[in-house]
């Protein structure tokens, strides 16, 4: 069980990447982003700050752990969350086949499409209506490898079904850098969030290892 907090992001400066190799494109990893942007600042997670956006703060009330970031824009939300990951190689083929089969499980449906960020998967969690009757809710489940790192990303609302809609969360999500650290830590280990403005220094609680989703996001399709 999460809580969700409210924030007014507090921009910072992004972090430089001079003489860093550069990717083709975001999201990025701390050593190769490219300068001019700010970012809000939540730990392992650099998030760009984009007018109109609401920032929520998911808090694990068992642990108090931040287990993730969601960015509320123009009807739709993306959710993040950034994961370790081997030194070798990526884990997001894994992971997004975990997803598809506890999806599968539950009742629903995932089909593995490509996308702007390489394979990902659109899937259509089943849910009950207040009128009892049965519908699917859709979400967009996009993925990212960097080096040592994953970044997952949950597109719901509108933009799990309208690509025009999904274009600006889109953006938003190629923009984030991840800030891995350099100390060791076993794959699939969730990196610590903390909240705007908590500071570096703050003690982070145990954080959990990365789970296959369990409830899906906003716009029910009845059938």
Same mark, same amino acid.
């Given at each position: 069980?999460?809580?969700?907090?409210?924030?007014?992001p507090?921009?910072?400066?992004?972090?430089?990447?001079?003489?860093?190799?550069?990717?083709?494109?975001?999201?990025?990893?701390? +050593?190769?982003?490219? @300068?001019?942007?700010?970012?809000?600042?939540?730990? %392992?997670?650099? =998030? $760009? #700050?984009?007018? &109109?956006? !609401?920032?929520?703060?998911?808090?694990?009330?068992?642990?108090?752990v931040?287990?993730?970031?969601?960015?509320?824009?123009?009807?739709?939300?993306?959710?993040?969350?950034?994961?370790?990951?081997?030194?070798?190689?990526?884990?997001?083929?894994?992971?997004? +086949?975990?997803?598809? @089969?506890?999806?599968?499980?539950?009742?629903?449906? %995932?089909?593995? =499409? $490509? #996308?702007?960020? &390489?394979? !990902?998967?659109?899937?259509?969690?089943?849910?009950?209506?207040?009128?009892?009757?049965?519908?699917?809710?859709?979400?967009?489940?996009?993925?990212?490898?960097?080096?040592?790192?994953?970044?997952?990303?949950?597109?719901?609302?509108?933009?799990?079904?309208?690509?025009?809609?999904?274009?600006?969360?889109?953006?938003?999500?190629?923009?984030?850098v991840?800030?891995? #650290?350099?100390?060791?830590?076993?794959?699939?280990?969730?990196?610590?969030?903390?909240?705007?403005?908590?500071?570096?220094?703050?003690?982070?609680?145990?954080?959990?290892?990365?789970?296959?989703?369990?409830?899906?996001?906003?716009?029910?399709?009845?059938?």
């Amino acid at each position: 069980m999460a809580d969700d907090v409210t924030s007014t992001p507090d921009v910072v400066d992004e972090v430089s990447a001079e003489g860093a190799p550069q990717r083709e494109h975001g999201p990025w990893d701390a +050593a190769d982003a490219p @300068e001019g942007a700010p970012r809000v600042d939540l730990g %392992a997670i650099l =998030l $760009p #700050g984009v007018p &109109g956006m !609401e920032l929520r703060m998911e808090i694990d009330k068992a642990t108090s752990v931040v287990s993730a970031a969601q960015v509320n824009l123009e009807g739709s939300s993306l959710q993040v969350q950034a994961f370790a990951a081997p030194r070798t190689e990526g884990i997001w083929d894994e992971i997004r +086949a975990e997803i598809a @089969e506890s999806v599968t499980k539950q009742g629903g449906s %995932a089909d593995d =499409l $490509p #996308g702007p960020f &390489g394979r !990902e998967l659109l899937a259509r969690l089943p849910v009950r209506t207040a009128e009892g009757r049965t519908g699917h809710r859709p979400a967009r489940f996009i993925g990212a490898d960097g080096p040592r790192w994953f970044l997952r990303g949950v597109l719901t609302g509108k933009a799990a079904v309208d690509p025009e809609a999904a274009q600006a969360l889109e953006q938003v999500f190629a923009a984030i850098v991840v800030v891995r #650290g350099d100390d060791a830590r076993p794959p699939r280990d969730l990196l610590a969030l903390r909240l705007p403005g908590q500071g570096p220094n703050a003690p982070a609680p145990q954080a959990p290892k990365f789970e296959p989703p369990a409830r899906g996001p906003e716009i029910t399709e009845i059938r």
